[in-house]
Nanobody, 125 residues
Framework: QVQLVESGGGLVQPGESLRLSCAASGFTFDNYAIAWFRQAPGKEREGFSCITARDGRTVYADSVKGRFTISRDNPKNTAYLQINSLKPADPAVYYC??????????????????WGQGTQVTVSS
């Protein structure tokens, strides 16, 4: 019954913003780190941000640092990704994922057991 459901994707213009949500169920949310990944056509899946289970420490890849903000609301079993100043390189399917780790988070897909279905982000003028 484990589920991660992303929402909030869509078509936006360069420079605009989106807020993605990741609703979790079927597991103890605050025992899991949450990460966001993205995959563009023909490219590898890229982990670009994560947040620890309880103390909210965050990690960002250089490609998104300063533009993207990851957050979580544990009582609501939901994580978020605020995407600002979208660039032409940002279009991709965006996935959230969960890893059973109460202390750390990582930007590598290997440690994430649970994955959402993805939400499409398209950038076009």
């Amino acid at each position: 019954q484990v589920q991660l459901v992303e929402s909030g994707g869509g078509l936006v213009q360069p420079g605009e913003s989106l807020r993605l949500s990741c609703a979790a169920s079927g597991f103890t949310f605050d025992n899991y780190a949450i990460a966001w990944f993205r995959q563009a056509p023909g490219k590898e899946r890229e982990g670009f941000s994560c947040i620890t289970a309880r103390d909210g420490r965050t990690v960002y890849a250089d490609s998104v640092k300063g533009r993207f903000t990851i957050s979580r609301d544990n009582p609501k079993n939901t994580a978020y990704l605020q995407i600002n100043s979208l660039k032409p390189a940002d279009p991709a399917v965006y996935y959230c994922a969960a890893a059973s780790d109460v202390r750390y988070c990582h930007l590598i897909s290997m440690v994430y057991a649970y994955w959402g279905q993805g939400t499409q982000v398209t950038v076009s003028s």
